[in-house]
C-alpha cells in the first residue's frame, strides 16, 4: 500500500549546496561567522547534519566557498559600479558615492560587517576582504586618475571615498543631519575633484 502526503504538508524540495550557502549567508548576516555550525544550519533548513556533509567535506569547506562567493559577488559589483566611458569618469565617481552612501541593503551592510569582523579572526577572510578592498581602492583610484589627478592624490581620494562610504553605512545621519541630500552632496564635492 503507497504512502500518500497529507495534503497541508508541503512537497520536500531536496536540498542542494546553494540551498546550504544561503542558509549559511542568512546565518552569517545574523550572528556572525561564529554562529555557522553544522547543527544550527541543519536545524534552519530542518534537516539532518548528514545532508550538510553530503555537500561538504566539512565546515572550513562550507566557509571557504561563503568566502569564495562573498568575494565574487562584490568584486562583480565593484567593477560594475566603477565602469566608465572615457569622459565619463568624474559622473562615475559621483554615481559610486550616490550608490554606496544611499540607503543601502541593511542585510548586504550586516554581511559585510560579520565578514571583516571574521577576517580579525581568520587568515583566509583577511586575505579575501584584503583583495576586495585593493579591488575597491584600485578601481576608485584609477577613475581619479582619469580625472587628471596625480597617482597619489587619485589613491588618497580613494581612502578617503571608502571611508564615507563606510562610515556612513555604520550611523544612522538621518538622526544628525536633517539635510542629508545637502550633506551628501556638500561630501560628495570634497572627494570628487
Given at each position: 500500500?503507497?504512502?500518500?502526503?497529507?495534503?497541508?504538508?508541503p512537497?520536500?524540495?531536496?536540498?542542494?549546496?546553494?540551498?546550504?550557502i544561503?542558509?549559511?549567508?542568512?546565518?552569517?548576516?545574523?550572528?556572525?561567522v561564529?554562529?555557522?555550525?553544522?547543527?544550527?544550519?541543519?536545524?534552519?533548513?530542518?534537516?539532518?547534519?548528514?545532508?550538510f556533509?553530503?555537500?561538504f567535506r566539512?565546515?572550513?569547506?562550507?566557509?571557504?566557498?561563503?568566502?569564495?562567493?562573498?568575494k565574487?559577488?562584490?568584486?562583480?559589483?565593484?567593477?560594475?559600479?566603477?565602469a566608465?566611458?572615457?569622459?565619463?569618469e568624474?559622473?562615475?565617481?559621483?554615481?559610486?558615492?550616490?550608490?554606496?552612501?544611499?540607503a543601502?541593503?541593511?542585510?548586504?551592510?550586516?554581511?559585510?560587517?560579520a565578514?571583516?569582523?571574521?577576517?580579525r579572526?581568520?587568515?583566509?577572510?583577511?586575505?579575501?576582504?584584503a583583495?576586495?578592498?585593493?579591488?575597491?581602492?584600485?578601481?576608485?583610484?584609477?577613475?581619479?586618475?582619469?580625472?587628471?589627478?596625480?597617482?597619489?592624490?587619485?589613491?588618497?581620494?580613494?581612502?578617503?571615498?571608502?571611508?564615507?562610504?563606510?562610515?556612513?553605512?555604520?550611523?544612522?545621519?538621518?538622526?544628525?543631519?536633517?539635510?542629508l541630500?545637502?550633506?551628501?552632496?556638500?561630501?560628495?564635492g570634497?572627494?570628487a575633484?
Open positions: 500500500m503507497a504512502m500518500t502526503r497529507r495534503r497541508s504538508e512537497a520536500r524540495i531536496p536540498l542542494n549546496r546553494d540551498a546550504w544561503r542558509a549559511a549567508v542568512e546565518v552569517l548576516a545574523e550572528d556572525g561564529g554562529g555557522l555550525r553544522v547543527e544550527v544550519l541543519a536545524k534552519r533548513l530542518k534537516v539532518t547534519k548528514g545532508s556533509y553530503w555537500h566539512d565546515r572550513r569547506a562550507l566557509l571557504d566557498e561563503l568566502l569564495a562567493q562573498w565574487a559577488g562584490r568584486i562583480q559589483d565593484i567593477l560594475k559600479q566603477t566608465a566611458q572615457p569622459g565619463g568624474l559622473e562615475r565617481i559621483h554615481h559610486v558615492i550616490d550608490v554606496y552612501a544611499s543601502r541593503n541593511r542585510k548586504g551592510i550586516r554581511i559585510e560587517l565578514v571583516r569582523d571574521w577576517a579572526r581568520d587568515a583566509k577572510a583577511a586575505a579575501v576582504v583583495e576586495v578592498d585593493a579591488t575597491r581602492l584600485d578601481c576608485a583610484r584609477r577613475l581619479f586618475v582619469a580625472c587628471g589627478l596625480s597617482d597619489p592624490e587619485a589613491s588618497a581620494r580613494s581612502m578617503l571615498l571608502y571611508a564615507y562610504v563606510f562610515g556612513r553605512s555604520l550611523m544612522s545621519y538621518e538622526r544628525f543631519a536633517p539635510e541630500e545637502r550633506l551628501k552632496g556638500w561630501i560628495a570634497r572627494i575633484p
